[in-house]
C-alpha cells in the first residue's frame, strides 16, 4: 500500500491536524460551490459521529470561505481542515471533488473513490468501520442517487495549476526566486534590479515560466551553454525565464534556444562580439517550416517592428546575454554607438519569394529542416536602386553599396549580410542570376587597386603598405586589384521584404574569421 504525504492543516476551531493521525482515516476534499461535496457532506458527518474517534473522519475544504459556509450549513462537529492554499490536494493529486480516500493507521492508502457512486462509498463506509472496530453510521442510502458527478478540483484552475507546480518540491523549477514587496510595482523593480534592456519586460512569475516551459521537450535543468563573459550555465529554465521577460510564446523557446547554442559556440565568439567597441550585435536569421507554425513575418517590415515573434526572439537572446553572461551596457558591453540591433534582430528568410535555395540548404540542411543562422552584424542599412533591370547592373549597385561597410578602404573583409528584396530578386530570377554569380559581380565591382585602398594622410584608414615589405608595395603591385571581401562566399544573401519596392539591405558585419566571429548555423530541436 502506498503511504499517503504528510500534513499539517488547521480545522474550523483553529486546532492543528496533522496527518496521518496513528489511527484510520477517511479524508474528503470538498469545495462548496460543488454540489454534489454538498451533497455527501452530511454522510461524512454520519460516518464521523458513528465511528466516535476510533477513526478520523476529515473534511479537507478548498477554499477558506466555502468551508465555512459548509461548516455553518450543515452543522458540522466533524472537523474541517482548511487547503484554501491547495497544496495538500496538489500532493494528494486530486482532480475531481469529491475526492475519498481511505488510510490505514500507518497512513497507508487504502482505498480512494472519485465522484460519487453509490455502492462505492457505501463499500468504502463498511471499511473505513471495520478498521475503526465500529458499527458503521445508519443511512438511509435509498434517498441517495445512485451516481453524481464529481467537480473540477481548484488545483486545476487556470494560473493556479501552474503555481502550485511552481511550488512543488518536484517542480522544475531551481532558479533564485526575488520577492518583492507588495506594495512595490513589480515592472520597475525589474528597472531597478537592472534586469531590462531599457524597455519594461514581463516579471517572470514561475507560473508564467512553467507555461514558456511546455515550449520545449528538454529537461528544464540541462544546460543549455555557458555564456560569457561571466561564464555562467543557462540551463532551459533560466532561457524560459529571459524568453517570459521579453514577451515571448512558448512556442518560440526553442528557436532561443538554438540561437542561444549557435551564439555560444568558439566559431561566432559571443564574448568578442558583445565587448567590442565597433558595435556588432547577434542577428538570427530563422529558415525552414518553423517560420509559418511561429507566424514570423519574412515580408513587410521584415527587418522591422510589428511581428511578436520576430521581435521577442532576438531580444531574449539579447536578455540572457545580459542577464546570464553579463553583458551589459557601460560594463563588458562597451560599444561606441552600438545600433537599435542591440535590442533585437531577428528574421525569417522570404524562402518562397527567393529564386535561390534558402539559406539553411546552402549551409547543408535539408528543406524540410528548422534551422537559426547567427550572424555578428551592425545594423541594416537599405541599398536603393529603382533603375537597374538587369542582373548585371543591379549586382553592381550591391558591390558599390557593400564596399562601404567598415570602411571603404579597409580590405580583405569578413561577412556581411545582403537582404535582397523581393523585387530585386525577380530581377535576378529573370535575368538567371545564381547567388554565385552575384557574388562575384560583388567582388569585381568593388575591388579597387591598392593605390586607391592604401592608408595615406589624405585618409588615414586603409591597407597598411607594410604588408608588402619595408619598402611597401612597387609600381607592378599598386596597379592590383584588391578585392573588398576575402572570399565570395564571406557575402551571404538572402530574400526578405515586402513584394512592392526595390529597396535591399546590407548588414555590415564584425572582424571575421578564426581571430573574430563566424556565422553558426543550428537546427531547432521542437
Known sequence: ????????????????????????????????????????????????????????????????????????????TAPMLDDSALRVSYVYAVE??????????????????????????QALFAAAARLAGRDGPAIDWDAYPDWRPGCGSRTLEP??????????????????????????????????QGLTDGLPVVPPTPERVLRMLTGTRRD????????????????????????????????YLPVVIAALEAVCTDEFNIHGVMATTWGASPCIVVNG?????????????????????????????????RNIGGAK???????????????????????????????????????????VTVF??????????????TGHALAASFGLALESVWHPKVRPYGDVLLVVCPEHAETLRQDGWSKARVRERIQAVAARPLCDVLRSDECGEGV????????????EQLKTLVPKFAAAGNIHIVVAGGQAGKFSAIFGGWVGGPAGSMPVSRRIDE
Open 376 to 389: 555578428a552584424l551592425e545594423g541594416p542599412r537599405g541599398i536603393a536602386d529603382q533603375i537597374s533591370r
Open 1 to 76: 500500500m502506498t503511504a499517503l504525504p504528510s500534513f499539517v492543516l488547521a480545522d474550523q476551531a483553529g486546532g492543528a491536524r496533522r496527518f496521518p493521525p496513528g489511527a484510520p482515516a477517511v479524508l474528503c476534499f470538498v469545495k462548496e460551490d460543488c454540489p454534489t461535496s454538498n451533497m455527501v457532506v452530511p454522510l461524512l458527518e454520519a460516518l464521523y459521529r458513528a465511528l466516535d474517534g476510533a477513526a478520523r473522519v476529515w473534511l479537507v475544504g478548498q477554499e477558506a470561505v466555502g468551508n465555512a459556509l459548509l461548516v455553518d450549513r450543515y452543522r458540522l
Open 289 to 321: 517550416p518553423i517560420r509559418a507554425r511561429l507566424g514570423m513575418n519574412p515580408g513587410v517590415q521584415a527587418l522591422g517592428s510589428g511581428n511578436r515573434a520576430n521581435a521577442t526572439i532576438g531580444r531574449a537572446l539579447k536578455l540572457i546575454l
Open 159 to 192: 494560473g493556479i495549476a501552474e503555481r502550485l507546480q511552481a511550488e512543488s518540491a518536484n517542480g522544475p523549477l531551481r532558479a533564485r526566486r526575488i520577492d518583492i514587496a507588495p506594495g512595490d510595482d513589480e515592472f520597475e523593480f525589474m528597472f531597478d
Open 220 to 251: 528544464s535543468q540541462q544546460v543549455v551553454a555557458v555564456v560569457p563573459p561571466n561564464m555562467a550555465p543557462a540551463t532551459v529554465e533560466k532561457v524560459a525565464a529571459n524568453a517570459v521577460m521579453a514577451g515571448c510564446k512558448p512556442a
Open 96 to 121: 475531481i471533488i469529491p475526492t475519498l480516500v481511505l488510510a490505514d493507521g500507518e497512513g497507508r492508502e487504502q482505498g480512494r473513490l472519485v465522484g460519487y457512486r453509490k455502492d462505492e462509498w
Open 464 to 475: 597598411p603598405a607594410g604588408r608588402w615589405g619595408p619598402g611597401g608595395p612597387n609600381a
Open 329 to 371: 551596457p557601460g560594463g563588458v558591453e562597451r560599444s561606441t554607438l552600438a545600433s537599435p540591433a542591440k535590442y533585437t534582430m531577428c528574421f525569417p528568410e522570404a524562402q518562397e519569394a527567393s529564386p535561390w535555395e534558402p539559406l539553411h540548404v546552402e549551409r547543408g540542411f535539408e528543406h524540410t529542416d528548422s534551422v
